[in-house]
């Protein structure tokens, strides 16, 4: 493994993230539609014909058919092969993001940073997408960036096991808390669960100090979207629920950049606010 070369590992994250992506198109499709994830299998969604393996690589299926199905010579939607491309784009790009510093030809570096990134990145697609229109944010994604912290903790190059327990379970409860209080203050709904879930996962991955960072950029993202989105909405005639935008999306973008730049743009805020 440490002798993997830069370019040899952005092939490879770009095929896992390929893969990864075409079951993030599957989560995207069923996972708001109640249907399982794991049966049926995969099958045509016209003639209900199960799809052989073959025709599922990513995005090399898709071209392969030419954009048609091969049971029904229905058109396929674009969306798919454009979802995995972008998944595959975005693993390259989260192993780039934690060795950019060698050279191509040199081996990996930080591996524990490079899955981390992974997670963080190709997640913004089924929450963005999910909680943008449904208002949901996959369990898949949200407890499952739990688990991945809490499995990449036990590896040199990150945070520790207990930093990383710690993580989840402050940044969970603490947002949950703060939910809890803003509803009682408003006296409807202020947070959801899934975003609670969400940010637990995000501390299990970068600590408490990194959620923290993390909830602050959403935050400060959130006003700078939604005050002119509300004031649009509102010259539309639009009702609450339709000119709402959820608070997972903003967490999902915050959370790479946060890993990445978050001690750096602390930093530069102390520095411009205290001068030193």
């Given at each position: 493994?440490?002798?993997?070369?830069?370019?040899?590992?952005?092939?490879?994250?770009?095929?896992?993230?390929?893969?990864?992506?075409?079951?993030?198109?599957?989560?995207?499709?069923?996972?708001?539609?109640?249907?399982?994830?794991?049966?049926?299998?995969?099958?045509?969604?016209?003639?209900?014909?199960?799809?052989?393996?073959?025709?599922?690589?990513?995005?090399?299926g898709?071209?392969?058919?030419?954009?048609?199905?091969?049971?029904?010579?229905?058109?396929?939607?674009?969306?798919y092969?454009?979802?995995?491309?972008?998944?595959?784009?975005?693993?390259?790009?989260?192993?780039?993001?934690?060795?950019?510093?060698?050279?191509?030809?040199?081996?990996?570096?930080?591996?524990?940073?490079?899955?981390?990134?992974f997670?963080?990145?190709?997640?913004?697609y089924?929450?963005?997408?999910?909680?943008?229109?449904?208002?949901?944010?996959?369990?898949?994604?949200?407890?499952?960036?739990?688990?991945?912290?809490?499995?990449?903790?036990?590896?040199?190059?990150?945070?520790?096991?207990?930093?990383?327990?710690?993580?989840?379970?402050?940044?969970?409860?603490?947002?949950?808390?703060?939910?809890?209080?803003?509803?009682?203050?408003?006296?409807?709904?202020?947070?959801?669960?899934?975003?609670?879930?969400?940010?637990?996962?995000?501390g299990?991955?970068?600590?408490?100090?990194?959620?923290?960072?993390?909830?602050?950029?959403?935050?400060?993202?959130g006003?700078?979207?939604?005050?002119?989105?509300a004031?649009?909405?509102?010259?539309?005639?639009?009702?609450?629920n339709?000119?709402?935008i959820?608070?997972?999306?903003?967490?999902?973008?915050?959370?790479?950049?946060?890993?990445?730049?978050?001690?750096?743009?602390?930093?530069?805020?102390?520095?411009?606010?205290?001068?030193e």
């Amino acid at each position: 493994m440490e002798n993997i070369p830069l370019w040899y590992g952005l092939i490879l994250f770009f095929a896992l993230g390929a893969c990864v992506g075409s079951f993030y198109n599957v989560i995207v499709y069923r996972m708001p539609r109640g249907i399982s994830l794991i049966n049926p299998p995969s099958h045509c969604p016209l003639c209900k014909k199960r799809i052989p393996i073959y025709y599922n690589l990513p995005i090399v299926g898709w071209l392969w058919l030419r954009g048609k199905s091969a049971c029904c010579k229905q058109p396929i939607s674009v969306i798919y092969p454009i979802g995995e491309s972008l998944c595959g784009l975005l693993g390259a790009i989260a192993l780039f993001s934690a060795n950019y510093n060698i050279p191509f030809t040199a081996p990996i570096a930080n591996w524990t940073d490079a899955l981390a990134m992974f997670w963080l990145l190709l997640g913004m697609y089924p929450v963005c997408a999910i909680d943008v229109k449904y208002k949901l944010i996959p369990d898949s994604i949200s407890v499952g960036g739990i688990v991945v912290g809490l499995v990449l903790s036990m590896f040199p190059g990150g945070i520790t096991p207990f930093e990383s327990l710690l993580g989840a379970i402050g940044a969970g409860g603490g947002l949950w808390l703060l939910g809890f209080v803003a509803t009682k203050i408003l006296k409807k709904d202020a947070m959801g669960f899934g975003d609670v879930k969400l940010l637990a996962g995000y501390g299990a991955l970068m600590g408490v100090n990194g959620a923290v960072e993390t909830l602050i950029l959403a935050a400060l993202l959130g006003i700078v979207v939604m005050i002119p989105w509300a004031k649009i909405a509102e010259k539309k005639g639009l009702s609450d629920n339709s000119g709402q935008i959820p608070f997972g999306p903003f967490l999902a973008v915050s959370a790479p950049v946060m890993y990445l730049w978050g001690q750096s743009l602390l930093n530069l805020y102390v520095q411009f606010v205290i001068g030193e």
